[in-house]
């Protein structure tokens, strides 16, 4: 169970990393729309599990490896924009969040 903290933490890091990936879409998500689904904070506030969508792309996986080679770029954009609010910016870790393919693979199945 994730403590008010941590929540307001993942909130403000998710919405800074979406409008990250909206402005740098041609360098880091290779021109694909990239949405930041999910944001887990650590009970430390070292580290935080960012879980992607990705739509437009031909290859998600092609893409999300693009993001996590640009990692560390992603992390210092973000700790200059919330040095303001966090002490520390916390290491980032991406996942490709599968939840909507399986949603969708899901109602193909029961139609």
Do not use: W
């Not at 290491?91 to 969040?97: A, G, H, K, Q, V």
Request: proline share 2%.
């Amino acid at each position: 169970m994730a403590s008010i903290r941590q929540e307001k933490i993942a909130g403000v890091i998710q919405k800074e990393l979406s409008l990250i990936f909206q402005k740098e879409a041609r360098k880091i998500c290779m021109g694909a729309m990239v949405s930041v689904t999910i944001v887990r904070v650590s009970p430390d506030m070292g580290t935080a599990k960012i879980y992607l969508s990705v739509f437009g792309a031909k290859e998600n996986e092609e893409v999300l490896k693009n993001v996590q080679d640009n990692g560390r770029q992603v992390r210092h954009i973000l700790a200059q924009v919330v040095k303001n609010q966090l002490r520390k910016t916390p290491e980032l870790t991406f996942f490709l969040d599968d939840s909507y393919d399986y949603a969708r693979n899901i109602d193909e199945l029961l139609k």
